[in-house]
């Protein structure tokens, strides 16, 4: 079990007052905390490995370097791949998922082609896939979902056929918090002889994570969610694939050699991670991955499964809420979106935050799900290492007072 009252003490930020009442921080689905370890690298690097890396040679440069290859390593042990090299930095999920859709789609995806994904995307892993059928001239297909808030199996097998050259599915909903069975969906991607990203971002940093076992080709995450800095992402490609493609961007570090008439690449991953890229943010990813190994991410998870079931059985006994996805905390992750009768989820965010509340409202970057649960937005619950039993004793108190307002 987790010590979350020890663990509290690692997050400076948690140590304060909001609105006079203690900080219950519940929006992780959108960005987690920091530990001191991830700001004392950040700090660690500017006051003693400043210095632009790979080109050069004096002893800064070296340091720096060594640091920000080490964290490739470090997220290549992290979620079970082989070999770091398979490893792109970019800026968040959503520049990895673009860097696919240019890179792979632009050379891969023709006129007549199909792309399959489901309603139950993020904007993230929607938009790109439409901006690549309109300059490609393929089509976008969308799975549908079940009533309980599970991708609906039977509609994604239908989808995928002969012309699918790629299928591209969130790991972990961000509104449902729904887990979906990746690696059967990777097999009928395959079957059809098409490709299959997996939207990870919700779920590397909460449960146990092996690319081999997830059977994708294209895995895309992001630093912040999982108690990292924000403006660093990773794309993670099996083995030969960022071979085939072409470069993202165009610039420093990434070319191998310039001439007048042509440029040719460096050695993947480098051909991806043009200009000086974000050398302190990703030194701070690797000791947030640090940080939660020492946790052990079977406990991490056996934590949020508990607290889930906790907060989801509490809120339920609220007459007139409700909670979205399944029903199940073993099918989901800590993430409970719910509505209040006569709410509107912005009223119930705002009273939240009177309470030292720190909840999420809207439609989550999540408009076509939204449309399926027919509402216009919800409020939204997430929960990490840092979040306990007591953090949910506050909420109720907010919704509470938020239906004695709007009664």
Known sequence: MLDIERLREDFPILHQRVNGHRLVYLDSAATTQKPRGVIDALVNYYETSNANIHRGIHTLAQRA?????????????????????DVVFTRNTTESI?????????RF???????????????????????????????????????????????????????????????MSNVLGTINPVA????????AGALFLLDAAQSVPHLPFDVRATGADFVAFSAHKMLG??????LWAREGLLEEMDPFMGGGDMIATVREEASTWAEVPHKFEAGTPNIADVIALGAAIEYLEALGMDEVRR????????????LER??????????????????????????????????????????????????LLMRQL??????????????????????????????????
């Not at 370097?65 to 090299?85: C, D, H, L, M, W």
């Not at 800095?229 to 990773?234: K, Q, S």
């Open 374 to 407: 027919r509402v216009p937005a919800t409020s939204r619950a997430s929960f990490s290492v840092y979040n306990g039993e007591d953090d949910i004793a506050p909420l109720v108190e907010a919704i509470e007072h938020a239906r004695k307002v709007f009664a």
């Open 303 to 314: 934590h949020e499964v508990a607290l889930t079931a906790y907060a989801m059985d509490t």
């Open 109 to 171: 995806i023709g006129e007549g082609d199909e792309i399959v994904i489901s309603q139950m995307e993020h904007h993230s892993n929607i938009v790109p896939w439409q901006l690549l059928a309109a300059r490609a001239g393929a089509a976008v297909r969308f799975a549908s979902l079940t009533p309980d808030g599970h991708l609906d199996v039977d509609s994604l097998r239908a989808l995928i056929g002969p012309r699918t050259k790629l299928v591209s599915l969130m790991h």
């Open 65 to 85: 370097t060594e640091q920000y290859e080490g964290t490739r390593a470090k997220v290549a042990r992290f979620i079970g791949a082989s070999n770091p090299e």
């Open 184 to 191: 059967e969906f990777a097999e009928m991607a395959h079957r």
């Open 318 to 367: 609220i007459p007139g809420l409700a909670i979205h996805g399944p029903r199940d905390p073993e099918e989901r992750g800590g993430v409970v979106s719910f509505e209040v009768p006569g709410v509107h989820p912005h009223d119930m965010a705002t009273i939240a935050d009177g309470h030292g509340v720190a909840i999420r409202a809207g439609h989550h970057c999540a408009q």
């Open 229 to 234: 800095p924000t403006g660093v992402g990773v």
């Open 98 to 106: 673009n860097l696919v859709a240019h890179s792979w789609g632009d």
